[in-house]
């Protein structure tokens, strides 16, 4: 017993390691990157948050291909409320591209928690997807012995995952109070640059801070000179804000009412109306000034206006502010700025081959590869996408792209895409490389997939994968013999009637069509060769990309059947023909397949449904007064010439008898017999279930088809010699007896 139990555990461990072995091997080629699900990050831009600083979230999802199938829920991001200067701000700069969208905000006593949707139905299932949107707003005074904690953090939840970020508050110890300065009001990138975004220029808001110092200047005189490709607007009026809200060439002018004890303006009011004949714009130098004339030390001014985007392709542009008084020396202020189109943005990366399926005499693939941004900014100069290429995939070739825009080269066995200059919404990228995979065996699976390298992970694009199959039909045609038949003529059509092949089978009776592509296909046969019948019965075939060799579509051809036509007749009156001799007949081998066969009254016996092949007619019983000829008759039927009876003679000689000399004795004239009148028609012996004959050279025995029957015994008709060996033997009997009897005695 416990050797049949060590043995059974053996077993069980050998199969496993076997199992192990024959799965490593399958994946050897198709190590394919499996998606990791839906990530999400948050981060604050600046890393940290100053007072009165404009704190932008940035909030990223992606996935690769298929990763955006099922239902993930909500995005929820959670912001401390003490950080956040006025909740408005999410309403005012909440500004995302699609596939995202804000529904909303709900509060605690301790955080604001905003909702976001994600639409995937904008996300292929063969998409690669990256989104990024930024959530935006002012944060509060932050003074040294502030209430805020000095590490502020933020969550987003999505997709059953959490992740958290953190930033450090960096409190100001005195307020800067400047004479002059400009201020802009959204945010900056890394390298302190204004963005301008083209989709909401009111939230492209600059402010000119006038004696914030609290000073006295004379002969004031307030000048800006804007960008280029820009056009000034009004920016958003305060509904809080008390006095005329008007604008004078789409320019607003506020005083401060109110400080706190910091010596911070706390309370405005407009004042435009009372400088409407002092402010001047000109469109075409686009610059515009206001004459403020003596500004009290206690009073403080705003301008404030906004920028919209007349050039999508502005480039980096200065703009430029001055202030001039007689009592001081000029001040100059400059704030660089960019145009964007949103806060965020989108995109997608997918790839394609144009053969899922590789057929017999195919040995190349072209891949695709787009990236295509969906909504907002554009997708950055210096993104790289990496298409790591299988050992099997030798000799790429790269499609024709603009260098201008593109770096492409292959490095490490993988093509690799950088961008040159930025993509916008609108234009998308798209490459093709073409690649030989002679070496990718029948039935292997090639599969291949890119990824996009991104600051916090990386994204795969789907997996395409192509089959190596055997589109081939192999026609193979024999007779009823199962010989194989040359010079039979096929055609196969394809699913829309139409001759996709037409050969002929070789000496080999096969036929191996062309490469056919996946589909239902119909073999028929059109002309059979000379001696066989034609079978156009239709074959349907299907041929799918799990085929490996070609598919064997087996037929048969019936030979055609001869007919054989003996006739008996007298050797030395050949006119005279012979009826009542009986034959057999027997194939090459020398089975019997017919016995007992009687030649009719015209002496004829006639077969047909013969076969092609040799044949012999053996004689078993002559004609009364006829001498037994048992001699074989050979007889061919050849392929091909069968619409005529083959004929073949027998001759059979009279008995020959010896009589003694007699004188002749005269008898009555015997009465005459009544004349009969036979038939015509030659009596066709019914041909019996015949086996299979092979044609030439070597006939193959048909067996049990033919009921043998032992023929009678004759008795021939005694001649005295009978008697003489009788006598003989029964001497030699007594002989042996009397042998035994003095045996027996002498021993006893």
């Known amino acids: 017993m416990k050797i049949k139990k060590y043995t059974a555990i053996f077993m069980i461990m050998l199969l496993s390691v076997q199992l192990g072995m ?62 956040v200067y006025n909740v408005n701000d999410f309403d005012t700069k909440m500004l995302i591209p699609e596939p995202f969208k804000y529904e909303g905000i709900e509060r605690d006593t301790t955080n604001f928690k905003l909702t976001f949707s994600v639409d995937t139905k904008l996300i292929g299932e063969n998409d690669a997807f990256n989104g990024l949107f930024q959530i935006k707003f002012g944060a509060p005074i932050l003074k040294v012995g502030g209430a805020q904690a000095s590490i502020q953090n933020f969550t987003v939840t999505y997709a059953g995952k959490q992740q958290q970020t953190s930033a450090e508050i960096q409190r100001q110890n005195t307020l800067h109070l400047p004479v002059f300065d400009k201020w802009y009001k959204g ?22 801070v006038v004696n914030y110092r609290g000073v006295e200047l004379k002969d004031v005189v307030v000048s800006d000179t804007l960008p280029q490709g820009t056009k000034l607007i009004p920016a958003v009026s ?36 009372e400088f409407k004949d002092k402010i001047a714009y000109n469109d075409v130098t686009k610059r515009f000034t206001v004459d403020f004339g003596d500004i009290a030390a206690d009073t403080t001014y705003f301008v404030e206006y906004a920028l919209e985007i007349e050039d999508t392709n502005l480039g980096i542009k200065a703009n430029v502010a001055n202030l001039t008084a007689s009592n001081r020396q000029p001040i100059e202020k400059t704030v660089s700025v960019q145009a964007i189109k949103h806060y965020g943005t989108s995109y997608i990366l997918n790839k394609s081959v144009d053969k899922t399926a590789l057929n017999y005499d195919e040995n190349e693939l072209t891949y695709t590869l787009r990236l295509v941004p969906l909504d907002g900014d554009a997708i950055p100069a210096g993104t790289v996408v990496t298409d790591p290429l299988s050992e ?9 792209y603009d260098e201008k825009k593109f770096d492409i080269k292959v490095e490490n066995n993988k093509l690799v895409i950088k961008m040159l200059q930025d993509l916008p919404k609108g234009d998308l990228a798209e490459w093709h490389f073409k690649v030989n995979v002679a070496s990718l065996k029948m039935g292997e699976t090639l599969s291949n997939q890119a990824f996009l390298i991104l ?27 199962n010989n194989p038949v040359s010079g039979a003529m096929y055609e196969i059509l394809n699913d829309k009637d139409e001759r996709v092949f037409e050969g002929i089978t070789n000496a080999k009776g096969l036929l191996v069509s062309n490469a ?17 019948i034609l079978d156009n019965t239709p074959h349907y075939v299907v041929v799918n990309d799990g085929d490996t060799v070609p598919i064997i579509l087996g037929t048969e051809n019936m030979l055609r059947s001869g007919t054989i036509e003996l ?62 000829d048992n001699t074989p008759v050979l007889v061919t039927v050849e392929i091909g010439e069968n619409d005529t009876q083959v004929q073949v003679i027998k001759e059979n000689r009279r008995e020959v008898s010896v009589a003694p000399e007699k004188p002749p004795v005269l008898l009555d004239p015997p009465d005459r017999i009544p004349e009969i009148t036979l038939p015509e028609t030659p009596v066709t012996t019914p041909v019996k279930k015949l086996m299979k004959i092979p044609v030439n050279p070597v006939i193959k025995p048909i067996t049990n088809t033919v009921e043998k029957t032992t023929p009678p015994q004759i008795k021939l008709p005694k001649t005295g010699d009978s008697l003489a060996n009788q006598a003989v033997f029964y001497g030699l009997g007594m002989l042996l007896l009397g042998v035994v009897y003095l045996v027996r005695r002498k021993s006893a």
Do not use: W
């Not at 809080?240 to 303006?265: C, H, Q, Y």
């Not at 099997?392 to 024709?400: F, L």
């Not at 012999?616 to 006829?626: D, L």
């Open 22 to 83: 024959l799965f490593l091997i399958v994946k050897k080629d198709q190590v394919m990157a499996e998606g990791t699900g839906v990530n999400t990050t948050i981060s604050v831009a600046s890393g940290t948050i100053k007072s009165r600083q404009e704190v932008n979230l940035h909030v990223n999802v992606f996935g690769s291909a298929g990763d955006f199938l099922g239902e993930h829920g909500k995005i929820i991001v959670t912001i401390p409320r003490e950080i």
């Open 392 to 400: 099997k995939m030798v000799a790429p070739e790269i499609g024709a």
């Open 455 to 481: 600051p916090n992970d990386m994204i795969y694009s789907n997996s395409v994968s192509t089959r190596k199959y055997d589109g081939r039909i192999q026609i193979k045609k024999v007779d009823n013999l």
């Open 238 to 273: 305060r509904v809080s804000t008390p006095g005329n809200p008007m604008t004078k060439d789409n320019i607003r002018i506020l005083k401060v009412t109110d400080f706190d004890e910091e010596g911070e303006a706390i309370r405005y009011a407009y004042v435009t109306e």
């Open 187 to 208: 945010d900056f990138d890394q390298n302190g640059v204004a963005n301008l975004n083209t989709m909401a220029p009111e939230g492209n808001r600059f402010q000119l």
């Open 567 to 628: 006739t008996k007749v007298d050797a030395d009156n050949p006119s005279m023909t012979l009826a009542d001799a009986i034959f057999e007949l027997r194939d090459n081998e020398g089975e019997i397949l017919l016995q007992d066969m009687t030649t009719d009254i015209n002496g004829k016996i006639v077969i047909s449904g013969l076969i092609p092949g040799k044949y012999s007619f053996i004689e078993t019983k002559a004609p009364a007064g006829y001498i037994l």
């Open 516 to 532: 056919l592509q996946l589909g239902n296909y119909t073999v028929r046969e059109v002309l059979a060769p000379v001696g066989y």
